[in-house]
DNA sequence: CCTTTTAATTAACACGGTGTTGAATGTATC
DNA sequence: GATACATTCAACACCGTGTTAATTAAAAGG
């Protein structure tokens, strides 16, 4: 039977993946290489090129299975109950899950959102967002028919959501997850006030 | 005199600048090479290194100029009138400007901000943005006496507006700088409405 | 226990980019 | 013409890359 052997490699390619996100916390994916990954890993620089083609294909395997993961939490949120939830000041479980998904991937999350990672990765993330979720509650809105003006009200919300993640992912775990999830509700409670504020 | 000599230099630096974001824009700055830089300016490469010490320092460069630029239109914002406009539904000029350079400068900046470009440029551009502006309209509200909460306020909104801007840079110059200082005025009002909506 | 299969190691290779050097060449100023 | 500076050029040692072939290690099945 292969399944030993390839459970072996597979062995192999998470030690490679934990020492990779490790260096690029420490100098930044630009910086990181080939070679250091192996010295880290103490693994021959050989092993890597049976595993991956270079240092980009490994991000991408990694970035594809953090993407993945978020997308099967957003899926399970329910824009109508959702937005109940909001209604009613309430905490809706499913949003709370996202952050706790978020909070327990922090460390590879953070790499690669972070100054020295990769910045393709943030545009992934907003689709994720935008395609599951925003773009049902978006399109229910009548001044939403606008094409052009849906685009940007789409990057406007999508960018802040992953804005106020970024926030909280580099102050650590100081909050947890309820917390975030929390705050998150308060600021579209604020954002909706902002208008009679001016007023 | 020496600053014919200076004028010189800056003509070579100049030259560099612009062929290497053509290069960023092409492969994106990871993949930049000092080599690559000189053969696409037609320099030789050791006149490179006359004048960066690397092609960081030549990307740290040109971020500074951009960013200088951006905070000079941004302080010339008056919280008060921007609201005042706002509130009135009026264009404000000092808004109009701060498009009407990112248009100018679409080039660079699409090529920094982009998806090949440098992720911890966003965060500076956030920061200008943040300082100048949102500090002093946020911390008014009552709401954002909580420290916490106003640090997560703050992610949100300045990386909604760098969201809406690059958004705006991908697609190109097809709407002109005030046409997108409108669609900017229409999300806030559009944001402010939400609760209605959700009601 | 021995054979087969696959994973991992090792050393060597050519290649290409780096950053620096010293000497030479151009070029504008005084 | 002498001076000062920008630029060129060739050469240097260094380092990371991706690939190769030969070797060792380990697990599986007969």
Redo the contacts between chains.
Sequence with gaps: MASIHEEMGQKTKAHIQHHFIALIEAEGF?HVSVKKIAERASINRGTFYLHYADKYELMDQLQRQLLEELQARISEILPKEA?LA??QQQLYPPFVAIFQFIGENARPLRAI????????F??KM?RVFGEVLLARLISQ?P??QDE??R??????????????I???LE?CEE?PAEEMAK??F??????????????
Aim: proline share 2%; glycine share 6%.
């Design positions: 630009a937005l909001l209604h959102l972070g100054d020295q990672g990769d910045p393709s943030a545009k907003k809105h001044a939403a052009e003006f685009k940007y009200m789409h990057a406007f919300l999508t960018s802040a959501i992953l804005g106020v970024q926030e909280w102050n909050q705050i998150h308060q600021i579209l409670n604020f954002i909706s006030q902002l208008r009679t504020f001016i007023q």
